[in-house]
């Protein structure tokens, strides 16, 4: 079980009333929504194959007029252990190429409390990378996402999403 918040203040939202309110055309994370994020991960490690799966509700806390809705998150993902051949210690660098697939349901937004009709809907996207691990846990990644499919209310064609290069770069902290 792991818990998030996110929060980031001072964020500008611009609406526009035309016959209904629009949903913005702004990520997520540049708002000042705040998230508690709870999850459930099993994994299962075969030789040098792991397949994991997650399960996820997201909470969104309105900070403002504005509150995304809250969203369900499911992720499977494949990955396959290149390097080392062998395990000499932890400090061994992992490189590992997986690929992984991530479904979402939005439920509605809301302007003043009020639900917006335009809002919400299903996503599921697929990952192809490759990861590096340095010291059991520094993690590179870099993977290029395929849109499947999206019923999202958004301002760009359904089904004509563009796929993504994703470059990131965490540190895990255990205690």
Do not use: W
């Amino acid at each position: 079980m792991k818990l998030n918040t996110n929060c980031i203040r001072d964020t500008r939202f611009l609406y526009e009333f035309g016959g209904d309110i629009t949903v913005p055309s702004i990520d997520f994370h540049t708002t000042d929504n705040y998230t508690i994020h709870n999850s459930v991960i099993a994994t299962n490690l075969i030789k040098k194959f792991a397949i994991t799966g997650e399960a996820a509700y997201n909470l969104n806390i309105a900070g403002g007029d504005f509150k995304f809705g809250n969203y369900f998150q499911g992720d499977l993902s494949m990955g396959l252990l290149i390097l080392p051949k062998e395990y000499n210690s932890y400090d061994d660098v992992n490189l590992n190429v997986y690929s992984e697939t991530k479904a979402y349901y939005f439920e509605k937004n809301k302007f003043l409390g009020d639900e917006i009709s335009n809002s919400g809907g299903f996503r599921l996207d697929t990952y192809i990378g490759v990861q590096a691990i340095f010291l059991s846990s520094l993690m590179a990644e870099l993977s290029y996402m395929i849109p499947l499919h999206s019923n999202e209310y958004v301002e760009t064609e359904v089904e004509k999403r563009s796929g993504s290069l994703l470059l990131s770069l965490r540190y895990l902290f255990f205690f």
